[in-house]
């Protein structure tokens, strides 16, 4: 069943992701203008935004657990998801700036300063924007795989924030939240390489 999913994945061209990607962020812009967002349209597409970038960037982070504990092979995948998530962070981003503060910079500096849940999101904002600048052949081919490698680890701080920043937006203990929570904490742990036992003292 995995040889078949592989084969299946390895038919999907990276295109395809640039061409639906866009889709969600167009229907919500789509619902809004024909008032099917409620009385707080600008949150609601403000939110909508987030979460589907959070979503997209703990889909990248799956990726390689799939592999190495399924079999399935999804890398070819990664950098359209990677900037797709971006492009989203970036939109949701957006959406703050010129809609919800409507370019009010002082107040947005007032509030990136005294609220820790903006604080955090700009934060992995930040720790994104290399990642994406850097998401092509190029750069691989000018940095070294291995330095570029390295340098797109930032990606797991990002999405560990970018989870935080969306349960401390609810305000609540909303068990949405905490599952995006728990499963990038889960993804994460993937990561963390155990020392080796030195089986020739065992």
Request: charged share 15%; net charge positive.
């Amino acid at each position: 069943m995995v040889d078949g999913l592989n084969r299946a994945a390895r038919k999907v061209p990276n295109w395809l992701f640039y061409v639906l990607g866009p889709l969600p962020a167009m229907w919500l812009l789509w619902q809004g203008i024909q008032g099917g967002l409620g009385v707080d349209p600008v949150k609601v597409i403000e939110h909508e935004l987030g979460l589907i970038a959070l979503q997209l960037l703990i889909a990248g982070l799956a990726i390689t657990p799939l592999r190495r504990f399924a079999g399935l092979n999804l890398i070819k995948w990664r950098r359209p998801i990677g900037v797709l998530a971006f492009s989203y962070v970036a939109l949701h981003l957006a959406t703050w700036v010129l809609l919800d503060m409507q370019l009010y910079w002082e107040q947005m500096l007032k509030d990136i300063a005294k609220r820790p849940y903006i604080t955090i999101g700009m934060v992995a904002f930040v720790l994104l924007v290399p990642l994406a600048w850097t998401s092509n052949n190029r750069s691989v081919r000018s940095m070294g795989a291995a330095a570029w490698s390295k340098l797109h680890r930032l990606v797991y701080p990002a999405v560990l924030l970018g989870a935080v920043h969306f349960v401390m937006v609810q305000k609540v203990w909303e068990a949405e939240s905490l599952l995006y929570l728990a499963l990038t904490v889960g993804l994460l742990a993937t990561r963390i390489k155990l020392p080796r036992r030195d089986t020739a003292r065992a």
